[in-house]
Every structure is written in C-alpha cells, then in structure tokens.
C-alpha cells in the first residue's frame, strides 16, 4: 500500500466549531486531493494542491480551506463545521507521471451533531 | 470544465451475466481517464486506467472519443465483483491536474 494515512480517522464534533483533518503521505507524492463521499453524490472534489503553498479549489469548497506547507501534508480544515459537512473525508495523492494512478486514504468519517 | 457522468446508481445482474457500467465525460482536450472500485467503504483503488488497455479481473474499458465514453465491462460477473465502481477523469496541463469523479455506480450480483 502507497504511504497515506489520515487523522483522525472518527470524529464527532459539535455545530460551530472548528474541525482540522490531516493527511499525512511519505511518497513525495506532487499532487494531494480531498475528497468528500456522500451518498448519491459520489466523490466530490473539495480542494486540491499540486505543490508546496499551491492549492487550488475543486467543485464543493465552501465552508473548508486548505494548507500545504511541506510535501507530505496537506489539512483540510473546516471553520466551522455544520451538520451538511457530516460525511465521509477521503484523501488522495498522485506523482506527475502521466497516467500514473492515485492512491487514496483510509478515509475520516466526520459527524456533526 | 471537467464532467464525469454515470447514469446508473446501482446495477444489478445474476452471476455469469454480462455487465457494462456507464461512464461519459466531458472535457476540451485530451484527458486521462480511469476506473477506480471500492469494496465495502474501503478505500479506493485503481481498476484500470485508458492508457494501458489491460483486463483486470475481466473487466475491461475502451475510450471511445467520438462519443466521449469509456465504459467498463465484464462478460461474466462474478459475485465477488460487487462494489461501487467510479468513473475518472483527470485533465492535463500546469495546475489543472485536478482529478473528477463520477457519482459512482453500485454493482450488486446475484448468486
């Protein structure tokens, strides 16, 4: 298996506060994704980064931001978590080569209450 | 923009049935296109990618550019073939490595 973890990998958290989710990977990997999963949705792309400091957005990235600031993390953090953020959090990590396959995390199944 | 369609949420065949999962996409350039399956809430992993026209585990896929389709198919399903399989598509170019996927679609076969 690729060298990816998450954390954590439960977590239940109040309405309002702030939540930070880590992913962690040791393949000096360029790209970094995450990816919420929701019933009838699918994956959804919430942010990306392809390199150190670059970020950029995906299709559902309101209420999350990111921050990259060495290789080999990338922190999804949501401001302050609602009950429509409840889900299931997945991270990827992809090299540059083309066609190359992206590996994927654990994944970190957040509750909102 | 980049758009990957599955039409069928679920799918449900017997075993030794064929099966044909739907994927379309939309994007203007040449894209990378893949098929990724998760087996009960596991984490993803790659089943096949375009590039390399390979069988695994008997399913193939064919990218079809002129109707922007990339279907998988398998003449025999098996019943350890059920899972959620997703669609992929990953554009090229600088920053724009971003990488789509379907809604996903949920293969169940039957004994």
């Known amino acids: 298996d690729a060298g990816i973890t998450q954390s954590p990998r439960h977590k239940v958290t109040e309405t309002g506060t702030p939540v930070t989710l880590r992913c962690h990977q040791t393949?000096?990997?360029?790209?970094m994704y995450w990816y919420r999963q929701d019933p009838g949705h699918g994956l959804r792309l919430i942010h990306y980064?392809?390199?150190?400091?670059?970020?950029d957005k995906g299709e559902v990235s309101d209420g999350y931001s990111v921050s990259r600031s060495k290789t080999e993390d990338f922190l999804l953090t949501l401001e302050s978590a609602t009950s429509s953020q409840t889900s299931v959090y997945f991270c990827?990590?992809?090299?540059?080569?083309?066609?190359?396959?992206?590996?994927f995390g654990q994944g970190t199944r957040l509750t909102v209450v | 923009a980049q758009r990957v369609t599955q039409p069928e949420k679920l799918l449900s065949v017997f075993k030794g049935a064929p099966v044909e999962l739907k994927c379309n996409y939309s994007?203007?350039?040449?894209?990378?296109l893949f098929w990724y399956v998760q087996y009960s809430r596991q984490r993803l992993q790659l089943l096949l990618r375009h590039i390399s026209r390979e069988s695994i585990k008997g399913f193939t896929a064919d990218l079809n550019k002129g109707e922007t389709s990339f279907h998988l198919k398998k003449p025999f399903a098996q019943e350890e073939d059920s899972a959620m399989y997703y669609c992929?598509?990953?554009?090229?170019?600088?920053?724009?490595?971003?990488?789509?996927f379907g809604k996903g679609t949920l293969l169940t076969v039957n004994p």
């Open positions: 980064s392809y390199g150190v400091k670059d970020t």
């Open positions: 992929a598509l990953r554009g090229l170019g600088g920053s724009n490595y971003k990488l789509t």
């Open positions: 994007y203007s350039g040449s894209p990378e």
């Open positions: 393949e000096n990997h360029r790209y």
């Open positions: 990827a990590i992809s090299d540059r080569t083309a066609n190359t396959e992206a590996f």
